[in-house]
């Protein structure tokens, strides 16, 4: 899945996210198509250009409004609605439309259809949240996140957008606003507030206004990685058990259901050879496979950990071999096979039976078995 994740390190606003889009390769043309679908070429211009932020670089949006319409939020809705933008990009936009106008009514204590939002009503505004929706379609994002917000002054508008988002807010440095409320709108609309695994595609930067050195948005685009949460490691020392048995053990546990057992060799107390045994478990399973460990080996007590496992994608393919069909893994990421190997089960079986080294035996099915995935 292809996913978006906005570091916020010096805050976001609407010209900040446009500006991170496009260093990360969107297209300025949908720019100007948004102008274009909304009917808005002689209200606004756009201007794109390369900027500094201290040590940072990256792109600059800026957006002039050269004829200012006042429009109320009927008519904000109106021009989102009736514009020639995809159906995705109007839903999202009127989200973040929405929250906004919800707030300012809120906070103004007037009806949303008798509300002008003033220095948020205008095109520009328009052009910031569809612009923002309409690049992030366009590079193919299916999720988006975003890391802790730095908050300053934040206006009470700001806020409010936030509530019951998730968004996560941090004390900010410096003495100005860093999150506008148009930046809380387009993440509150769109994201979810935590940091994915993921690989790296690209990253991009979008320079503010303020001259500040910092003021700039990161963005990173990548593939996200499968975690699994909740698996918890069942630990424990052993220093007076038998190593045959403790090779018992971890074959019992595996057939109990535990995701993996390791065995690492340890000096214990007093100078003695021991291991540590780690029993990788499922939440449903902690309890039993806990109690198992306390009672088939000698030890008086065992450690839980909390722990959060990546995963990449697997399956098994059959192939042909000059000794008949066998089995491999394939490994993938992002859906795409990335590599293969060889079940070392299916190797031994075929090499004894037709007198071969099973070191060949995994050659040929790992050749077979990467031609058969296109690598």
Avoid at 195 to 213: E, K, Q, V
Avoid at 318 to 323: D, F, S
Wanted: proline letters at 4%; hydrophobic letters at 45%; a negative charge.
């Amino acid at each position: 899945m292809s996913v978006a994740y906005f570091d916020c390190f010096g805050g976001i606003s609407g010209d900040m996210t446009l500006g991170a889009l496009l260093d990360c390769g969107a297209d300025r043309a949908i720019l100007d198509a948004a102008v274009e679908a909304m009917r808005l070429g002689d209200e606004v211009t756009i201007e794109v250009r390369h900027e500094s932020r201290g040590h940072t670089a990256g792109t600059r949006v800026v957006i002039e409004v050269t004829e200012r319409v006042e429009r109320n939020v009927p008519a904000l809705r109106g021009v989102i609605e009736d514009s020639g933008s995809p159906d995705q990009i109007k839903s999202r936009a009127l989200d973040a439309l929405n929250r906004i106008a919800r707030v300012e009514a809120r906070i103004h204590d007037v009806a949303e259809d008798d509300l002008h939002l003033h220095e948020l009503g205008g095109a520009d505004t328009l052009v910031d949240i569809v612009g923002a929706f309409w690049l992030l379609h366009s590079l193919d994002v299916e999720r988006v996140y975003a890391s802790q917000l730095p908050m300053s002054r934040p206006a009470p508008a700001t806020l409010r957008i936030l509530e019951g988002t998730g968004a996560q807010l941090r004390a900010g440095d410096e003495n100005r606003e860093l999150v506008t409320p148009t930046g809380a709108a387009i993440l509150a609309a769109a994201a979810v507030f935590e940091r994915p695994a993921m690989s790296l595609r690209r990253t991009g930067y979008g320079i503010g206004s303020n001259p500040a050195p910092g003021n700039a948005l990161a963005l990173w685009i990548g593939e996200e990685a499968r975690a699994d949460v909740g698996v918890t490691m069942i630990e424990t020392n052993l220093d007076d058990m038998a190593p045959n048995l403790v090779a018992a053990l971890c074959e019992d546990l595996m057939a109990e259901g535990a995701l993996d057992v390791t065995v690492t060799p340890a000096l214990m107390k007093k100078g003695r050879p021991g291991q540590v045994l780690a029993v990788m478990s499922a939440p449903e399973r902690v309890a039993h496979l806990s109690e198992y460990v306390l009672r088939h080996s000698t030890t008086l007590g065992v450690r839980l950990r909390e722990l959060h496992r990546v995963l990449a994608g697997r399956r098994v393919i059959e192939v042909q071999t000059p000794w008949g069909a066998a089995y491999a893994k394939v490994k993938e990421l992002d859906g795409r096979a990335v590599d293969v190997a060889a079940e070392y089960e299916d190797c031994r079986s075929i090499a004894r039976a037709h007198g071969q080294d099973v070191r060949e035996v995994m050659r040929v099915i790992v050749d077979a078995a990467r031609r058969e995935v296109g690598l």
